[in-house]
């Protein structure tokens, strides 16, 4: 018998996707590392989200508020009961960040495709470079679903209580060589290093290279209980800005089931700058 996900549910396969492009119940939404690749072509009805100008707060360093969400969402065709599926470049990353946010402000139907864009392609289907426009709707968010969400101050106590830390950048960042990915310019944090106590297991490991879908169960669990990542225990990801390790939130929580997982989204931008706070530097917690 071959293991499912957990929560098989939340992941759609370009099939899937292909057979719903004129379902007036399902909306897509393209969310990408380049601001620009949308506007090159996107699967038939997506609408983009763009992970800064859409997502986040323009004066703030915070994405946007209950009232500016549901405004986004009236402005592009989604009511309360549309199922959102997203997708996105760099085997969703962005794509699973901007579900992380509909998850925080409660909308209950949500997808990623598994693969992304990259799939999509490689099959052949089909791109437009067509922008579609939806009625707006009456959309209303419901309050902030806080456990999914970690501050500082819950990652202050969660060193102080020995909990579980998931670092999901590449190792260069965790050791403190790098203060961003590599190949990317090298800025966003004064210090480099690990927040104390936190274990490397680079987001990356677990979607598949070739295909860009997610890795089977069985390979997912053993690479996060390898490093001590077990389902018993409440654990906090992060990365530099909260998109990668919203892609491990989702592994960990939908695919794995794990019953207590929280993203970080200030990560290695606000911590690496934080006074007073404990940083480690090298390849151990």
Known sequence: MVESYAHPEMLVETAWVAEHLNDPTVRLIESNEDALLYETGHI?????????????????????????????????????????????????????????????YGHEHLRIMNGGRQKWVKEGR??????????????????????IRAFREDVFAHVSANKPLV?????????????????YP???????????????????????????????????????????????????AYCRIGERSSLTWFVLKYLLGYPQVRNYDGSWTEWG??????????ATP
């Open 186 to 236: 090298q800025e966003g944090a004064m210090r480099g290093g690990h927040i104390q106590g936190a274990v490397n297991i680079p987001w990356s490991l677990a979607v598949d290279p070739e295909t860009g879908t997610f890795k089977p169960p069985a390979e997912l669990r053993k690479l996060f209980e390898e490093k001590g990542i077990g389902p018993d225990r409440e654990v906090i």
């Open 44 to 104: 038939p009805g997506a609408v983009k989200v763009d992970w800064f100008t859409t997502l986040q707060d323009p004066v703030r360093r915070d994405f946007l508020s209950q009232d500016g969400f549901e405004k986004l969402c009236s402005s592009l065709g989604i009511g309360n009961e549309t199922t959102v599926v997203f997708y996105g470049d760099k085997n969703n990353w962005f794509a699973c960040y901007a579900f992380w946010l509909f998850s925080y």
């Open 273 to 282: 700058n934080l006074v007073g706070a404990p940083i480690r530097k090298g």
């Open 167 to 183: 670092d999901v950048r590449s190792p260069q960042e965790y050791t403190g060589e790098l203060l961003h990915m590599p190949n």
């Open 126 to 147: 089909p791109l437009t470079k067509e922008v579609p426009s939806y009625p707006p709707t009456g959309y209303q968010a419901k309050p902030p679903v806080r456990e």
